[in-house]
């Protein structure tokens, strides 16, 4: 079992940058793929990032593309998603999670943090 816990939401005005963490606890973090997701009030949640266990490779939804940054530090089972430029639209429940294998689909994804709110004001 991992244990996950978002943390670093926050409100922030348009054009801004934050940071989000998630942690890792329980077994062993060691092999699995990490990914955003966030959701919106209303809508389904949906893919923001995801980053392979090495780090080398990562992948971005078009919305978030330039302006996001997934990274992670294995030593310290933790993965970060840096977030410049923020806008209205970002706004929404950040979730992290964690996969055995390369996964967009939220169905692709085994454990789940309880989400940290990031809010963008206009």
């Known amino acids: 079992q991992v244990q996950l816990a978002e943390s670093g939401g926050a409100l922030a005005q348009a054009g801004g940058s934050l940071r989000l963490s998630c942690a890792a606890s329980?077994?062993?973090?060691?092999?699995?793929?990490l990914g955003w997701f966030r959701q919106a009030p209303g809508k389904e949640r949906e893919f923001v990032a995801t980053i392979s266990w090495t780090g080398s490779n990562t992948f971005y939804a078009d919305s978030v593309k330039g302006r996001f940054t997934i990274s992670r530090d294995n030593a310290k089972n933790t993965v970060y998603l840096q977030m410049n430029s923020l806008k209205p639209e970002d706004t929404a429940v950040y979730y992290c999670?964690?996969?055995?294998?390369?996964?967009?689909?939220?169905?692709?994804?085994?454990?789940w943090g309880q989400g940290t709110q990031v809010t963008v004001s206009s």
């Open positions: 329980g077994r062993s973090f060691s092999g699995y793929v």
């Open positions: 999670a964690a996969a055995q294998k390369f996964s967009i689909a939220t169905r692709g994804y085994e454990y």
